[in-house]
C-alpha cells in the first residue's frame, strides 16, 4: 500500500522552494546544486529529491509559484484600476527578492517545456498592466501600450533592484509615487 502524502507536506514544499530560492539566488543557479540547496534548507538530499526530481523541477515550482501567486494578485486587483495594479505589484514583491531574482536571470536555464508555461504566466501580468493602462489611455496604439507596461515594471523593479530596507521611502509611499508618476506620465505620451 503506498504511503499518504504526510500532513506537512505543503508547508514543507513552501519551506523547500524559499530556502532553495535563496540559496540559488545567492549563489546563481547554474553554479548551485542540489547537494547545497539542501545543505542550506537544513535537510538531506534526498528529501529534496522527494519533492523534486531534480534542479530544474525545484526551480520550475519556485517560479510558478511565485509567478502565478503574484498574477493572481494582479487579475484580484485589476478592477482598482492601475494604481490598485501597482500596489499589489508591489506588496507581492516584498519578501520575495531571491524569486524575483531567479525570475530574471535563470529562467532560460530551463528546457523550452518548462519555460513555456511560466513565460505564459508573464505574459498575463504584462496583458493585465496593458489592460490597466487602456483605461487610462483607450487611445494609445498597441505598440506604445506595450512599451508603457514594460516601463510601469521597470518602475516597480526599481524597488526590488535597489531600494534598501529602513531607507528612504516605505513601499506603500514608493507605490503611491510611481502610481503618480506613471498617471502624469501617461496624461504626456
Not at 553554479?31 to 538531506?44: E, F, I, L, P, Q
Not at 502565478?68 to 520575495?96: F, M
Not at 531574482?101 to 498592466?129: D, T, Y
Not at 514594460?150 to 514608493?174: C, E, Q, S
Request: net charge positive; glycine share 8%; hydrophobic share 45%.
Amino acid at each position: 500500500m503506498p504511503r499518504g502524502i504526510a500532513r506537512d507536506h505543503d508547508d514543507k514544499r513552501r519551506a523547500l522552494r524559499k530556502g532553495a530560492a535563496a540559496y540559488f539566488a545567492r549563489h546563481g543557479f547554474d553554479r548551485a546544486s542540489m547537494t547545497g540547496a539542501a545543505r542550506h534548507c537544513g535537510v538531506s538530499k534526498a528529501l529534496i529529491y522527494h519533492y523534486h526530481d531534480s534542479k530544474e523541477a525545484l526551480l520550475f515550482d519556485i517560479l510558478e509559484t511565485h509567478l502565478g501567486a503574484l498574477a493572481q494578485a494582479v487579475e484580484a486587483a485589476a478592477p482598482g484600476g492601475l494604481r490598485g495594479l501597482i500596489r499589489v505589484t508591489l506588496d507581492e514583491y516584498a519578501d520575495a527578492d531571491a524569486e524575483h531574482k531567479l525570475q530574471l536571470e535563470a529562467l532560460s536555464a530551463l528546457p523550452a517545456e518548462m519555460r513555456a508555461p511560466l513565460i505564459a504566466i508573464q505574459r498575463r501580468l504584462v496583458a493585465s498592466m496593458c489592460a490597466a493602462i487602456a483605461t487610462e489611455r483607450p487611445d494609445l496604439p498597441p505598440d506604445r501600450l506595450r512599451a508603457a507596461a514594460m516601463t510601469v515594471f521597470g518602475i516597480l523593479n526599481w524597488f526590488y533592484m535597489w531600494h534598501r530596507p529602513g531607507k528612504g521611502l516605505d513601499r506603500a509611499t514608493y507605490a503611491a509615487l510611481a502610481a503618480d508618476f506613471v498617471e502624469g506620465g501617461l496624461a504626456r505620451i
